[in-house]
């Protein structure tokens, strides 16, 4: 399919690296591309970025079906621009659309749309240290229906959005509020999708988190609502006597492609590694005892996100010194190295776009 690129006449002034927040400014272009059962996916095109307009009966705006994801392309110290691991992105992309019963995209086109939208805003990938375009790919049903079943027809869109560093002073570690309350997902739902319905279903128990003075939520298991899942919209890793664990991918967490990248790292530089479950009583004794070393998230926005503090049954516990650890630093460099280009990567994990 060939895309067709229908440049604006009118580009907007591009915003000051320096005023950079996290999504809400967007570029000048955007993708877009429709599916019928009878044509499939088609008319592939980069055009101006635009409102969507949908009957007020869209099936996404009742059911949720919908998928989405989220990437970054870097500006290297020579000005050129790289994805990181765009590849993983778009499997992960066919893998949610199964799990809500979208029709897959074929993975190298999709990769290409991503790759010829960037090239179209390549002036807005910011070149301010740490910061970068933001990519959302986003699939929505559009059948204008009532009943419910999956839709017989989607859009699938890409909007860029140039982000800011997400430390501009350092990093800054978070408290993190543990709940055995409130659940994100379950086994055999939606959790390892990233897919509406799990943001949707994290923002309350996020909300009285953040009233009780903590960042974040730390998920458990639905089920027994002791092992830990993520963190917010992260995964999460700790160091327990030299060893970093983080828990399995059971179905109801999201495969990060950050936690990948921090294991494969992990097993490169010859530190145990272990996917195994992990419950909250474990934490608490492993602090107890001396042997809890680090806590940290994994995701794209932050890369690593050191915690300081867990809340759990009215014990607060403070991790290691309460500052950034060893690890979470150096996992932070190494990645955050890789993808702005300042060092080799041993791993093929960059995708430059010419
Ligand atoms: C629920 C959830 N878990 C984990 C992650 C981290 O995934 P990644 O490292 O691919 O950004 C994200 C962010 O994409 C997320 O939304």
């Given at each position: 399919m060939e895309i067709k690129v229908r440049r604006i006449r009118n580009p907007k002034e591009l915003p000051d690296d320096s005023q950079l927040g996290f999504g809400r400014i967007f570029t000048d272009h955007m993708f877009n591309m429709d599916y019928t059962r009878q044509k499939g996916w088609h008319n592939?095109?980069?055009?101006?970025?635009?409102?969507?307009?949908?009957?007020?009966?869209?099936?996404?705006?009742?059911?949720?079906?919908?998928?989405?994801?989220?990437?970054?392309?870097?500006?290297?110290?020579?000005?050129?621009?790289?994805?990181?691991?765009?590849?993983?992105?778009?499997?992960?992309?066919?893998?949610?659309?199964?799990?809500?019963?979208?029709?897959?995209?074929?993975?190298?086109?999709?990769?290409?749309?991503?790759?010829?939208?960037?090239?179209?805003?390549?002036?807005?990938?910011?070149?301010?240290?740490?910061?970068?375009?933001?990519?959302?790919?986003?699939?929505?049903?559009?059948?204008?229906?009532?009943?419910?079943?999956?839709?017989?027809?989607?859009?699938?869109?890409?909007?860029?959005?140039?982000?800011?560093?997400?430390?501009?002073e350092g990093f800054n570690p978070v408290k993190i509020w543990v709940t055995d309350q409130y659940v994100r997902a379950v086994r055999g739902g939606l959790g390892e999708a990233k897919t509406a319905a799990n943001y949707a279903a994290s923002l309350y128990g996020a909300e009285v988190a953040k009233k009780a003075g903590y960042t974040q939520v730390l998920w458990l298991d639905a089920i027994e609502r002791r092992y830990i899942e993520e963190v917010g919209t992260m995964n999460i890793l700790f160091v327990i006597n030299?060893?970093?664990?983080?828990?399995?991918?059971?179905?109801?967490?999201?495969?990060?492609?950050?936690?990948?990248?921090?294991?494969?790292?992990?097993?490169?530089?010859?530190?145990?590694?272990?996917?195994?479950?992990?419950?909250?009583?474990?934490?608490?004794?492993?602090?107890?005892?001396?042997?809890?070393?680090?806590?940290?998230?994994?995701?794209?926005?932050?890369?690593?996100?050191?915690?300081?503090?867990?809340?759990?049954?009215?014990?607060?516990?403070?991790?290691?010194?309460g500052g950034v650890g060893p690890l979470a630093q150096k996992f932070y460099q190494a990645i955050t190295d890789i993808q702005y280009g300042r060092t080799e990567d041993p791993f093929g994990w960059v995708v430059p776009v010419e």
């Open positions: 592939p095109r980069v055009e101006g970025y635009r409102a969507i307009s949908m009957d007020p009966a869209t099936m996404v705006l009742h059911y949720g079906q919908t998928i989405f994801e989220g990437l970054k392309a870097y500006r290297t110290d020579k000005g050129k621009i790289q994805l990181f691991r765009p590849d993983r992105n778009v499997a992960r992309l066919n893998r949610s659309a199964k799990v809500v019963c979208i029709p897959e995209i074929d993975e190298a086109f999709v990769l290409e749309a991503i790759t010829r939208l960037v090239q179209v805003e390549q002036k807005w990938v910011p070149s301010a240290p740490e910061t970068s375009l933001y990519i959302r790919p986003t699939v929505v049903a559009m059948d204008p229906y009532l009943g419910v079943r999956p839709s017989d027809t989607y859009r699938f869109f890409i909007i860029l959005s140039p982000v800011g560093a997400y430390y501009p030299g060893e970093l664990i983080t828990p399995p991918l059971n179905g109801s967490i999201l495969p990060g492609i950050t936690r990948d990248s921090v294991l494969t790292l992990a097993r490169h530089w010859g530190i145990p590694v272990a996917e195994r479950a992990i419950a909250i009583d474990e934490i608490i004794t492993a602090h107890k005892n001396g042997a809890l070393q680090e806590v940290f998230g994994s995701g794209t926005a932050a890369v690593i996100s050191p915690v300081s503090h867990l809340a759990w049954k009215g014990d607060v516990i403070t991790v290691g010194t």
